[in-house]
């Protein structure tokens, strides 16, 4: 198991605590200022990947620092990223340190900084650059091939809700004044399509105000941690997504514990950064009691296996890992594992959605068309 400074990590933790509560104190304009602040956005995925890779290619030919930042501006097309990248190499022409350097610019993440500053300090900066590229890489590959599984049904979703919409609020309204004229008994299926037809006729505003209600209050809520353990739990317990969105969560944390612990760092250091860089819920909270029983003495493996959103496949793994001194290698592992599985299981649903989907919104459109038609055909045979 890597080295723990304690002294140090109690220290830090406790300054991390202050600001915390300085923080909270500034009340509804903190809030506001955290919730809507847009000038602190980190760097996406694409650049820091493209970054790191070129940058660890470059050094690793030999090319010094600067001459390697200069080749990589020179290739930059937005004038925005020339300046970031720019203000960068001149911190480190004065002096500064690379880590600190993209500390200072606010659009890296500390589980960046952190990671390379041991890279610097151990000599194997490459290397970090390098597992920093391939990490943004996999998670870059990751997201691609979910949107790309689920794009096509969510297409096909919304494109046969627009159709069933339509027909709702136009051409059942027509049928229904032409049915009027005619008088007479309607058949009880045409008279329930005909009745939500007039509830959405009636209630169309309100159901838009109510929705941009809705959307507004999950927008003020969504980072306070009540709605957040709501939601993850409600997300956990839907069928299929549940898991799949575990999976994904738990790739992401176990491929951080094996690049900052590959980068010699110490345990309850790439547990806090972790902890800081993963938003989802059940680890979050997670990792602020596993910190608390490592530093009483607990191994890794006994404080992760009290939370249910860790597998004990896992938890056995990590055990194994604990015990040979190989921990990167294992969380390595169990990280290509949900990889695979995460792949596998977003390929099978696309294909079990897109015929669900069709043959779902087909009976919708079948039985409206069966609706409309009833009184015609009945009026037909009346007439003969």
Not at 240 to 253: C, E, H, P, S, T
Not at 264 to 271: F, H
Not at 301 to 324: C, D, N, W
């Amino acid at each position: 198991m890597p080295s723990i400074d304690l002294s140090r990590y109690e220290q830090k933790k406790k300054k991390t605590t202050k600001a915390s509560q300085t923080n909270n104190e500034g009340g509804l304009m903190a809030l506001l200022n955290k919730d809507i602040s847009f000038g602190s956005k980190e760097l996406n995925d694409k650049k820091k990947e493209s970054l790191y890779l070129e940058l660890s290619s470059l050094l690793q030919a030999g090319i010094n620092l600067k001459s390697s930042f200069e080749l990589i501006i020179a290739a930059l097309e937005k004038e925005k990223d020339r300046q970031l990248y720019k203000t960068i190499e001149e911190a480190v022409l004065s002096g500064t340190t690379f880590s600190q350097a993209l500390r200072q610019t606010g659009k890296f993440s500390l589980y960046e900084v952190y990671s390379l500053q041991i890279g610097e300090e151990t000599g194997k900066l490459i290397e970090v650059l390098q597992d920093l590229a391939t990490f943004y890489q996999n998670k870059i590959k990751q997201r691609r091939k979910i949107v790309s599984a689920l794009t096509y049904p969510c297409v096909v979703l919304c494109s046969s809700l627009g159709a069933v919409f339509f027909m709702l609020k136009f051409v059942v309204p027509m049928f229904g004044d032409v049915f009027r004229r005619f008088g007479g008994q309607l058949p009880w299926i045409t008279e329930k399509i005909i009745g939500v037809s007039n509830a959405m006729e009636h209630n169309f505003w309100r159901f838009v105000i109510l929705l941009i209600l809705i959307i507004g209050f999950i927008l003020f809520t969504r980072k306070t941690e009540q709605f957040r353990r709501i939601f993850s739990q409600f997300l956990l317990s839907t069928p299929l997504i549940g898991n799949l969105v575990q999976k994904i969560y738990l790739a992401r944390f176990c491929n951080s514990m094996r690049l900052l612990i590959n980068a010699k760092l110490p345990l309850l250091r790439a547990i806090a950064l972790i902890r800081q860089m993963i938003s989802y819920y059940p680890i979050e909270s997670s990792l602020q009691k596993v910190e608390d029983d490592i530093m009483k003495g607990k191994s890794l493996h006994e404080s992760l296996q009290q939370f249910k959103i860790y597998p004990s496949k896992m938890i056995q793994l990590v055990k194994v890992g604990e015990e040979t001194n190989q921990l990167d290698y294992f969380f390595g592992i169990i990280s290509d594992q949900y990889i695979e599985e995460v792949e596998f299981k977003t390929s099978t649903l696309s294909s079990m959605m897109e015929p669900l989907i069709i043959i779902f919104l087909g009976l919708i459109v079948g039985i409206i068309l069966i609706a409309m038609y009833l009184p015609l055909f009945q009026m037909s045979n009346s007439f003969q």
